[in-house]
């Protein structure tokens, strides 16, 4: 489909295949299917392509944790990708998207598929939206939310997690990616929220625009063993935002805000 989708590339280790050798929305109507293979993969693939970085899938914690130990620095979130936190992930419900340039890391971002049983308020105040072994947390460690999250309950949500760029890239390499992130997620796994956690900093003045997410709501925070508290932001988007969003034409125009799209004028596919 595309000159970078190449097994043999020496950009992709063990573990990491291409993107569009990942690609298979075949559940997806045969329109829309095309429709974003053609217009909308391949493109945002190849606009990275046009600064030397190729980019890669893994559904293989365990080059997660490699990556996450050669990255020059690793975001606090990043259980989600713990092979040892969460010994029963894999292909049914984990993967990230590994952007590698001159044969080394530039950046990568996850995604979990985790079915709710209770409210997405009460996994967080569990940790156990982190963890399947919350016990191999820090000790001490807990997390408070409210707000809207506590209506989000006993559905699947998609979980974004561990996104990470190296400083000297693009500064359209972390657009791409989170649109890379959120194509890949719709076409690949059903589920009723996408949602993910960040600081203040990152979430207010990038969720919308940048991240692609519906809102940015709720107050979260996360206390140490030693009393100190670091505060959060939730990012959600329902799946008919992110449908809406991978269907239009300016998905793939790095030079528009997610957030000023008008979602009511999407591909018909």
């Known amino acids: 489909m595309n000159e970078m989708s190449n097994r043999n590339n020496p950009a992709f280790s063990s573990g990491v295949v291409p993107f569009l050798d990942a690609w298979d929305a075949r ?42 130990l050669a990255a020059t620095r690793w975001p606090r979130l990043a259980e989600p990708c713990d092979p040892d936190l ?17 044969n080394q890391p530039v950046g990568c971002a996850a995604m979990r598929l985790k079915r709710l049983e209770g409210s997405l ?12 072994r919350p016990d191999l947390l820090p000790v001490g460690q807990r997390f408070r939310a409210n707000g809207f999250v506590e209506k989000i309950a006993d559905v699947p949500i998609a979980w974004g997690s561990s ?11 972390v657009p791409t990616l989170m649109r890379l992130l959120h194509l890949y ?7 009723s929220y996408s949602v993910s956690i960040a600081q203040p900093r990152v979430a207010d003045h990038y969720g919308l625009d940048v991240h692609g997410y519906e809102m940015v709501t709720t107050f979260a925070r996360r206390y140490s063993a030693e009393g100190t508290a670091t505060d959060y932001r939730i990012l959600i988007a329902c799946r008919d935002h992110v449908r809406r969003m991978v269907q239009h034409p300016g998905y793939v125009d790095l030079s528009v805000d997610l957030s000023s799209l008008d979602l009511s004028e999407t591909h018909v596919a």
């Open 27 to 68: 559940h997806l109507p045969r329109a829309l299917r095309v429709y974003l293979t053609d217009q909308v993969a391949l493109r945002l693939v190849n606009q990275l392509g046009e600064f030397g970085i190729v980019v890669g899938i893994s559904h293989n914690l365990a080059t997660l944790k490699a990556l996450q």
């Open 86 to 102: 969460n010994p029963s992930a894999g292909p049914h419900d984990t993967f990230a998207i590994i952007l590698r340039r001159e």
């Open 121 to 132: 308020s009460e996994h967080i105040a569990s940790q156990s939206l982190f963890a399947e």
């Open 185 to 191: 997620t719709f076409a690949h796994w059903f589920w």
């Open 163 to 173: 996104l990470w760029a190296d400083a000297n890239v693009p500064k359209t390499m």
